[in-house]
């Protein structure tokens, strides 16, 4: 269910190059939750880097709301740049996945699999 990619490249550097693949890629970036910082300022001893970008193709998500207007609890796509062990990691969970356990409707696990594909090559152009 999760797609996770290791990164030889810094936390920011990774998050930076994943903004940029959003953006070749068709998608906009809705907003960047930013974890990490949320946690620290907070008062929690949160050492770990976590940056969410919730990304969306408003072609793509048009599509999935005129299937099943629920699905819009669904939407956007989450992209994950985080540490862990001083590690770089960028992932997400399987649109495909999630779908399925939401829907049968073949037409929306269609739509499904064309984001997962272009947010996969998202991922793989920002390592």
Request: hydrophobic residues 45%; proline residues 2%; contains cysteine.
């Amino acid at each position: 269910m999760f797609a996770i990619q290791a990164t030889d490249k810094t936390f920011d550097q990774a998050s930076a190059d994943l903004e940029s693949a959003v953006a070749k890629h068709g998608f906009t970036v809705l907003h960047i939750h930013d974890l990490g910082a949320t946690l620290r300022s907070k008062g929690k001893d949160f050492k770990e880097e976590c940056r969410v970008l919730e990304v969306c193709n408003a072609g793509k998500a048009a599509q999935v709301l005129a299937l099943d207007m629920r699905l819009n609890m669904a939407l956007p796509c989450r992209i994950s740049v985080y540490t862990q062990s001083g590690q770089t990691f960028i992932g997400m969970i399987r649109p495909t996945d999630m779908l399925s356990l939401l829907s049968k409707d073949s037409g929306l696990l269609a739509v499904g699999k064309e984001v997962e594909q272009q947010v996969e090559q998202m991922i793989q152009d920002a390592l």
